[in-house]
């Protein structure tokens, strides 16, 4: 999984503050061990279990904006002061949880994240404060003034998502919630709220802003989406022009079509991480 699936997956988890995790009860891995992986052929791996999580050549800057991904960080751009190396430096984790790594009542990995977040605090000794600056943003809205919707935009039957995570629940099976296709042009979601919805299309590449929910739909919803990309990963992973793009709809166009939806620039007031202190981990 990459950690930008990751990143849409953990929509929902708690926002950072001056303290971060303030009031929080603390979890922690029981067992750790970091190594810097310097293969440069290395593909970034994730695979969580009940007992543990495994995570390969993924930088620390990568875990930081998973582990702290909230309602109000939503883009890497939104953390700043990191060093160079936080980005550069790729590494491979094993982490063994004494308890089982079960989901949250909504359905996310809560318990998961907190012990990513102790893991950064502790072994990094990694401390954060939060900014707040106008910058721009999309506003996600209705495009149609009468409130009529998109066919490819329907609510959800999937209210209660506890334990129907799309990452392991079977590629035949109705009951799962969450972004299967995330990184191409076919998108399909079950169980997302307005929000979490907004939250992912943050991190796409052909919108790379914050995303504010100004579409007034409640509750869960599922979609399908279908667009050209605008962008494609290159061959070092990194983002370059798709040839194709002008080949058929492309996102923008795609959610007024198909879903009734539209991204409107605007600006607002977001906040931002900053990174005070952070150190680089000796290997065990």
Known sequence: MTSRAVAVMTCGILAASTVIAQGQQRVTFEVVSIRQNTDAGAKPGWVTQPSGVTITAYSFFQLIAI?????????REQIL???????????DIVAKADVPLTVDETGRPARLLGMLRSLLEDRLKLRMHTEHKEASVYLLTLA????TLGSRLRKSKLQDCTGLDATVAPRD???WCGWRGFGSGHYTIQGFTMEDFARGLASAWSIGRPLVDRTGLSGRWDLELEFIPTFVPGQNSGPIENPSADSGPDMFSALRDQLGLRLQAGKATIEYLVIDHVEKPAPD
Not at 67 to 75: C, E, G, H, K, V
Not at 81 to 91: A, H, M, T, Y
């Open 173 to 175: 099976s109705p009951q």
């Open 81 to 91: 002061g990191s060093p160079s190396w936080l980005k550069s430096d790729r590494f």
């Open 144 to 147: 149609n003034k009468n409130g």
């Open 67 to 75: 582990a702290y991904d909230s309602p109000s960080i939503q883009t």
